[in-house]
Structures are given as structure tokens and as C-alpha cells.
């Protein structure tokens, strides 16, 4: 017979006196209440005092003779994994940010649909996605929730000037960081081991540009401007040194921030030197204006913009001022990944029909590395799964992914495209794997 869950309650003998609850001493009344039919009344003494044979007899009551239910199969238990992303998910480069955390909910909803068993219990990521309005000090911030958060590993941050400081924080706390995005070479050249990168870095995308200039867009002369972040110094500065070093003259240098939008003062300064390309390092909210201004003032220069202004966001915001313009992506175009037409279509049938901004492609491909090297160590543990990240070694949408001894992308190629007819139209790509 099924046993009362409370039956022992109802066991105490009558004999036991009870006593009505002092109301006037409210919640400083700390003996144990019971629920007794009478209302209001509680045990006069505490049950320690009870003897110890009645405590026998209570509980042999309350056990009754009920079978325990089986124990849940560990096997069906998932084994959670906490992760973090970090974006600037509000301000002028949310459309980004937000581009990224798509690329990333793919991932992980495609994860989650596929019973990967880890030690026989199957794998569950659950993701903590924070907004780090591409402001350095919020990263930092950001970085300090996730490790207080217990999260097993972090994609992000999308900017190099949010991605350098966090990876300070991640490092020590010992886990794993992979950036889709943030290209300064800084971010794996500190000595961390647990910092990745899923892209080609900006001594690659200089070096690429710088190139390009001199031998497509047979540049004598280039002006070189950045919004002194540092994505935007870093690719400018190796832009210049690339730029020399095919013959170039840098005759204009100029900087700008992040959050301006009238580029006057700088533009006409740079057109009495009368540039042939004027080089912008910097995000699509200032790459757009630049461009209107620059038609504007009637100067004659091509600009050349780097990833961050290489969006259909620069295209819509600039309108007109764009066509004719140049920029460069690392990596391949979107129609040459080898999974890029069946990614676009996943994307735009999860994201109701959105375009792809950036970095969709390659902050899918993190999580997916992610998890391979946590397939391969059968172990959630963050130093099992920083050591075999290194061995990375896995045909992703963007690339064939493998890292070199600092965390960088091996074999990093760097497309560049024209806007014509209001799209990016691809022209050729520099670098990558040897054919």
C-alpha cells in the first residue's frame, strides 16, 4: 500500500501537548512548525528532544513500504556547455554584431539537432550572447561575466579592439577564445594558448592591399586614413608598409575615430596632395559618409576600404558615392566556400530572408570547430579542449580550417571586390591554400 507522503505527521500520538504559535514573535520564532489540522499550532519543544524510539517509529512510518522509481540513465542527461558570444549588438556596428550572433544560433540550434555524444551523454550548448558595443572597456566587462557565468569557452569578440583586452581575462581563466573576426595581429601574438582566430589577420589583408593598389589599381600615390581603433590603425599601418614596399608613395596620412561622421577637414587635405587611392582602416558607418564626402568635394581618388567597410551596409548607406569603390575580405567569396550556397540558404531561411552582412560564415565555422575539438577530446574540461583546438583540422563552410603555432588560420586568402550596379562584385583573390 502507497504510504501518505506526509504520513508520519499524522503518526504523533495525541499525548504530545501543543501550544498556540507566539504571532507577536513573527519570524524570530525559528522552532520547527508542523501542519497540524488545527491551524496555528506548533510543537512546544524542539524535535531534537523527541526520544529516540519515537524518532524510529516516525520515520519507519514515513518510509512506508513504497519501491523507489528507477534512477534516470545518465545517457540521457545532457552534458551542458555554456557558451559565450560577445558583438557590438547596439550602436552603428549592431548590424554586424548581430550578423555574427546569427552565424553563431545556427551553429548551435544545428548542434543541439545532431545527438553528439560526449562520454555517452549527449551534448547541449546553450548560449550566452552579450552585447559589448564594440567599446573596449565593455569588453573587458563582458570577458568578466562570461567567467563568472562558468562559461566553457567564448566566440568573440567581432572587434580587434574589444577581442585584445578580453583575451587577457580568458587567458587567465583558462578558456578557450575563438574570434571569427577581429583580424589586429596582436590578438594571437601575446603567447596565449587559447586564442584562436577564423580568419586571414591584417598583416596578410596589408600586405593583400597593398598589392593590389600598385599592380591592379596601378597606384603612384596613396593617402592613408583610420579611425584609431585598433582594427583601423593595425590594417592602415600595414597597409602603408605594403604600399612602399610595391613602390607606392604615401603622401597623406590622417586619422579619424570611430564615431565620426564628417571627414571634411581630413578629405580636403588630402586632396591638395591629389592621391590617386585614398585608403580608409575603419567600420561601414564611416566608410559610408567618407565616400558621399570625398564625391562631394569633387575629389578624383579611389577609395579602398579593408573588410570593415566591405558590407552591403557601406553600399546602401553610401548609395551612389559607392559604385566604383574597392574592398577586400579575407577569405573567399561567399559562391566559392565550399559550403557557402547551402549556408546562404540555411541563413536566410532561419533570419526571414536577411542578407548575410560579414562575418555570418565565419562565426559558424568557430562554433563548429569548437565543438569538433570537443568531439575529439570526449571532455567539456576548457584545457582538454585548448589542446586540441591546436590539432584543428576540419572542411568548414569558410575553409579547410587549420591553425598555425600562434592560433592564426593557415593558407589565409583575400578577396577583393568592386561595387558595381549597387553589389559587391568579386574582382580576384590574393593568398590562401597553394592550388
Known amino acids: ?11 504523533i500520538p495525541h499525548f504530545l501537548p501543543v501550544l498556540p504559535i507566539d504571532k507577536a514573535k513573527g519570524a524570530g520564532n525559528n522552532r520547527p512548525q508542523f501542519p497540524f489540522p488545527a491551524k496555528g499550532y506548533a510543537m512546544p519543544f524542539p524535535v531534537r528532544s523527541l526520544t529516540a524510539p519515537l524518532l524510529s517509529i516516525l520515520l519507519l512510518v514515513g518510509c512506508g513500504k513504497e519501491t523507489p522509481g528507477p534512477v534516470a540513465n545518465s545517457g540521457h542527461v545532457p552534458l551542458v556547455v555554456k557558451l559565450g558570444h560577445a558583438a557590438p549588438l547596439t550602436g552603428p556596428q549592431a ?6 550572433e546569427n ?68 587567458n587567465d581563466a583558462g578558456l578557450p577564445q575563438i574570434s571569427p573576426s577581429a583580424t589586429n595581429p596582436m590578438y594571437t601574438h601575446q603567447g596565449f594558448k587559447n586564442a584562436f582566430r577564423l580568419m586571414a589577420n591584417d598583416e596578410q589583408q596589408g600586405r593583400a592591399l597593398g598589392e593590389f593598389a600598385a599592380k591592379t589599381l ?38 579619424t575615430d570611430d564615431k565620426a561622421m564628417d571627414f571634411s577637414a581630413i578629405l580636403t587635405k588630402a586632396k591638395s596632395k591629389k592621391p590617386d587611392v585614398i585608403f580608409f582602416g575603419g567600420m561601414d558607418p564611416q566608410a559610408a559618409p567618407m565616400a558621399v564626402q570625398l564625391k562631394r568635394l569633387g575629389i578624383a581618388a579611389t577609395l579602398l576600404l579593408a ?19 574597392y574592398c577586400s575580405l579575407p577569405g573567399v567569396p561567399l559562391a566559392q566556400m565550399p559550403g557557402g550556397a547551402k549556408f546562404d540558404q540555411h541563413y536566410k531561411a532561419r533570419f526571414n530572408n536577411a542578407e548575410i552582412q560579414l562575418y555570418a560564415p565565419n562565426a559558424y565555422d568557430s562554433v563548429m570547430v569548437l565543438v569538433e575539438a570537443i568531439k575529439r577530446a570526449q571532455s567539456i574540461e576548457p584545457a582538454k579542449i585548448i589542446g586540441e583546438l ?46
Not at 500500500?1 to 503518526?11: E, I, Q
Not at 597606384?219 to 602603408?240: I, L, N, P, Q, W
Not at 549597387?422 to 590574393?430: M, R, S
Open 103 to 170: 552565424g553563431v544560433v545556427l551553429a548551435v540550434e544545428d548542434v543541439n539537432a545532431s545527438n553528439i555524444q560526449i562520454g555517452g551523454r549527449p551534448l547541449k550548448l546553450e548560449l550566452m550572447s552579450e552585447d559589448d558595443q564594440a567599446d573596449p572597456r565593455q569588453g573587458t566587462l563582458v570577458a568578466s561575466k562570461f567567467v563568472d557565468a562558468k562559461v566553457t569557452a567564448v566566440i568573440g569578440h567581432m572587434n580587434s579592439g574589444t577581442t585584445i583586452p578580453a583575451s587577457k581575462t580568458y
Open 1 to 11: 500500500m502507497k504510504s501518505h507522503p506526509a504520513g508520519w505527521l499524522f503518526f
Open 307 to 325: 573588410d570593415g567597410g566591405c558590407t552591403p551596409g557601406f553600399i546602401s548607406a553610401a548609395g551612389n558615392a559607392s559604385e566604383g569603390q
Open 390 to 435: 591546436h590539432k584543428t583540422n576540419y572542411s568548414g563552410v569558410t575553409a579547410h580550417v587549420q591553425f598555425d603555432e600562434n592560433g592564426d588560420i593557415k593558407d589565409g586568402a583575400i578577396s577583393f571586390y568592386k561595387v558595381q550596379g549597387g553589389k559587391l562584385v568579386f574582382q580576384q583573390t590574393l593568398g590562401g591554400p597553394a592550388k
Open 218 to 255: 596601378k597606384a603612384k600615390t596613396v593617402a592613408v586614413f583610420d579611425d584609431k581603433t585598433a582594427y583601423g590603425e593595425g590594417v592602415a599601418r600595414e597597409f602603408a608598409k605594403s604600399a612602399l614596399a610595391n613602390g607606392i608613395q604615401v603622401v597623406a596620412e590622417e586619422h
Open 95 to 100: 548590424h554586424l554584431g548581430k550578423d555574427n
